[in-house]
């Protein structure tokens, strides 16, 4: 069974930056995303990678703010987000599968069986 832990958020001001980890309890080797909800919004894929070969996508939103990464020794999956707006306000959630073999786009929840409990980041105006 693999535990996500979530950790570093917190309250920014707009324009601000934020880093955002993922602790895995075992060792990655398929994907890893960063998935975001809204109040009253439906979960959205942010940003994936692959764990084992280079392979990172972000959605539209966040290209050239976001920076995710994943460093196989620590196990743990960052989240670098820089240049903040409010619209980015909301539970920041890891998700992991072992194994990708395609199928579900990597956005996609469906792709993941793991899940984190979520870190909350705030961005003021």
């Known amino acids: 069974q693999v535990q996500l832990v979530e950790s570093g958020g917190g309250s920014v001001q707009a324009g601000g930056s934020l880093r955002i980890s993922c602790a895995a309890s075992?060792?990655?080797?398929?994907?890893m995303a960063w998935f975001r909800q809204a109040p009253g919004k439906k979960r959205e894929g942010v940003a994936s990678t692959l764990t084992e070969i280079v392979g990172t996508m972000y959605a539209d939103s966040v290209k050239g703010r976001f920076t995710i990464s994943y460093d196989i020794a620590k196990k743990t999956l960052y989240l670098q987000m820089n240049s903040l707006k409010p619209e980015d306000t909301a539970v920041y959630y890891c998700?992991?599968?072992?194994?990708?073999?395609?199928?579900?786009?990597?956005?996609?929840?469906?792709?993941?069986?793991?899940w984190g409990q979520g870190t909350q980041v705030t961005v003021s105006s």
């Open positions: 998700a992991a599968v072992s194994r990708y073999f395609g199928g579900a786009s990597r956005l996609s929840p469906d792709a993941y069986n793991y």
């Open positions: 075992v060792g990655i080797g398929g994907a």
